[in-house]
């Protein structure tokens, strides 16, 4: 058992030897013991260094030696499910040395990616895909008469989302060699929610053998063992052996401990999820932001508003603490509702809430708000339910890079019809914008990003905007600056250097119609300005506008760019984008001077 990070790279011979799963199943089983000793030991030291997920790697060592022992990878197929688990994984697949590089711009993805090794059969950063995943490659075999065998590794907290049962219900009809593993660990990031999570924790964890208790997925037709302690090698290997074997759909059921070996994420596995790098010895303290978390906005517009309506209900589909919902739980704990992975139920359930009286509130991340799209449309736009969406994580959040990137929410929010979408460019504008929201009769949507604001003076009110009206910042010549959200800052400095009109839009939809036709009138050139994706968003909004109320003046639309964004440092993401103050006046520059060589 460690109690502390190592500071210095521990001696880890035996792990050094080991550069592929060939070379594991070289060694003598009796060996494997150590090297899990080894294996914990590297992986406290190197995501010490680097930061990153923590808790669950360490959790999956001994299953992780045990699959990539008894499997021919990569001709077998192991899939890890949302790959929180997968940095086991890829210390033994060739990347040991790599590890150095994770979550940081040109190293590796935080998430198994199916192009950076042949040895992650699947991409997931999102939960409850991997059972899906495999059947299909377990049927691809099937079809093709190819004896590789498929195995999803798929964590308890990941069974709380329907997907995962969508593809245990469909499995049994295909008869696919298919192997599913439990891993039981009662923890998500937060404690698991729901009947599934507490009928595990009351009839299975803790049960050495098959039993009625697994009538559940005998019922689904899975051939069921366990419940086994998913840190014994002298079992998990037989085990493993005879599965891999066993035709027709099984299921293996394993007790694991979260932050294992370690005694501090044992003891606090939900903190212990993910940790920062340590700093180096000589390393000066870095100054942090001034401003407030937004997640930490939110969480007190959303105690607050509770406090003055007694209608309203939060919502979260398993993202409490990351939503800054935790005062609210505690407080409001009857009005108080995690769904558990399961984000097509949490937008339908407030659909029915609000059908009845209710005032929900949807605290939901961008990324994930795309797992229920129809439902968004169908459930709650459709029928003009009184529903607020508050989106975290909207735009580039950093070291999780492109499965976690909110690039796409203005896009495919913008052409739902009775939609309010509004962007806040700080701290206090977000309040405003969520009492706004609230206010409005219908779905609305507010999206902000990760992270803390600029430091904007906060009211405690909850004075709401007047609804589809922009900010006049700054009067300048020539070009009008648009901004939409977070990227008011770098907008400021451009428009002080360029003397530029600057505007922040505010609302998405509906827009400011009548200072767009004033501007258009009075300036050369505009230009929108979001963090978010160019097609389909914002900026392609405002250029729609124009031409449907056929007005000529030209529009510049900057926002991201029509590619998935790998992962970093934001500012570095950012400026690579040219979305940075330095890029964004070297993109208006010469579209001013080519204006005023042309102007009569």
């Keep these: 058992m460690f109690s502390e990070i190592p500071a210095a790279r521990p001696q880890t011979p035996l792990l050094d030897s080991i550069n592929s799963p060939e070379e594991l ?192 997925f005998e019922a689904l037709e899975f051939h069921y063992t366990g419940a086994l302690d998913g840190h014994d090698l002298q079992r998990l290997l037989p085990t493993l052996q005879r599965l891999r074997q066993a035709p027709g759909p099984q299921f293996l059921h394993l007790i694991t401990t979260k932050g294992k070996g370690f005694a501090p994420a044992e003891q606090d596995p939900v903190g212990y999820h993910a940790i920062t790098k340590l700093p180096a010895p000589d390393e000066k303290a870095r100054t942090e932001p001034a401003g407030i978390a937004y997640s930490k906005i939110f969480g007190n517009w959303l105690c607050d508003q509770a406090a003055a309506d007694s209608r309203l209900v939060g919502i ?98 913008s052409c739902i019809p009775e939609l309010l979408i509004m962007t806040p460019a700080d701290e206090a504008e977000t309040r405003r914008l969520l009492s706004t929201g609230y206010r409005y009769s219908g779905p609305a949507c507010v999206r902000y990003p990760r992270g803390k604001g600029p430091g904007a003076e906060v009211d405690n009110d909850l004075d709401p905007v007047a609804i589809g009206r922009a900010r006049l910042l700054r009067e300048g010549r020539q070009a009008a600056l648009l901004n939409f959200g977070s990227l008011l800052g770098e907008a400021r400095q451009v428009a002080d250097a360029l003397d530029l009109t600057l505007v922040d839009m505010r609302f998405v939809k509906p827009l400011d119609e009548a200072l767009l036709q004033e501007l258009a009138a009075t300036h050369d050139l505009l230009v929108t300005l979001e963090e978010g994706s160019i097609r389909g968003g914002a900026g392609a909004g405002v250029a729609q506008y124009l031409q449907s109320a056929q007005l000529s003046t030209p529009c510049l639309n900057l926002g991201l760019p029509d590619r998935f964004i790998s992962h970093g440092k934001v500012p570095a993401l950012l400026a690579e984008q040219g979305l940075d103050a330095k890029g964004i006046q070297a993109q208006l520059q010469p579209r001013l001077e080519a204006l005023r060589a042309f102007k009569p």
């Design 316 to 413: 979260t589909p398993a993202m409490c603490e990351g939503s800054g919902m935790v005062e609210f739980a505690a407080r409001f704990r009857p009005r108080y509702f995690d769904v558990a992975i399961a984000e097509q139920h949490a937008i339908t359930l407030a659909a029915g809430l609000a059908c009845r009286g209710c005032k929900p509130v949807v605290a939901i991340y961008s990324t994930f708000l795309q797992r229920g799209y129809d439902q968004l449309i169908h459930d709650v736009a459709l029928q003009k339910l009184d529903v607020l969406f508050a989106i975290d994580r909207a735009g580039l959040v950093g070291e999780d890079g492109p499965t976690h990137h909110g690039a796409f929410d203005l896009s495919f929010l």
């Design 25 to 216: 199943r070289d060694l003598d089983p009796a060996l494997l013991p150590e090297l899990a000793r080894q294996l914990r030991a590297f992986l406290l030291y190197s995501v010490g260094q680097t930061g990153g997920h923590f808790g669950a790697g360490l959790g999956m060592v001994e299953l992780t030696l045990a699959l990539h022992f008894v499997y021919d990878t990569p001709r077998d197929n192991l899939i890890w499910d949302v790959g929180h688990q997968c940095y086991p994984h890829k210390v033994l697949t060739g990347r040991r040395e790599q590890m150095a590089t994770i979550r940081q711009a040109g190293g590796l993805a935080p998430f198994p990616k199916i192009d950076e090794s042949p040895y992650d059969a699947f991409g997931t950063g999102h939960s409850s895909t991997s059972i899906s995943a495999a059947l299909g490659m377990a049927l691809a075999h099937k079809l093709k008469g190819e004896p590789n065998r498929t195995a999803a590794i798929i964590g308890d907290g990941a069974m709380t989302g329907g997907m995962a049962f969508e593809a245990l219900n469909h499995a049994a009809h295909t008869g696919a060699d298919l192997l599913v593993i439990l891993n039981d660990n009662d923890m998500s990031i937060s404690p698991n929610e729901g009947g599934l999570a507490a009928y595990l924790a009351k009839n299975l964890r803790g049960r050495t053998e098959a039993s009625t208790t697994a009538a559940l």
